[in-house]
């Protein structure tokens, strides 16, 4: 049993707003969108992760972590969604186990074991029955 283990619970996800529109409302009124659908010119190729990324008001982003460190959440994971251009934001609360959740997830891995086994021992109980009566 290892004691070097890292206890991760998820306690909310969130989905920010997709980010172009907001992006755009913050320069762009809605009839000068209508007819020229604004788009972003980079000034400078420096950015590694150009096509994997998308500017996000730092405001709104504290917000929502601060909303986040009221729940407790320690750590954040932030995966960017590209099919829309939003981020999904997952509040986790990280922190080393004790001794007795190391004992209880020894005991969980050895009851899914056991039930493994025991399914097991079910299918090939089946198989056998199919044939002897073959």
Known sequence: MGKNVIIKSYL???ETEEQDL???NDFFTEEEMEHDYPE????????YYLDRSYPIKID???ETLQSMKSDHASHV?????QDHYSYIINA???WKATEEELKE???RKGREKLLERQQRIGELQKELKE????
Do not use: C, N, Q
């Open 77 to 81: 994971e932030i995966i960017y969604h």
């Open 92 to 94: 986790v609360k990280i």
């Open 22 to 24: 907001v992006l755009w």
């Open 131 to 134: 044939l002897e009566e073959e």
């Open 12 to 14: 909310r996800k969130i």
């Open 105 to 107: 997830r020894e005991a």
């Open 40 to 47: 972003i010119f980079v000034l400078d190729d420096t950015s």
């Open 60 to 62: 709104d982003l504290i």
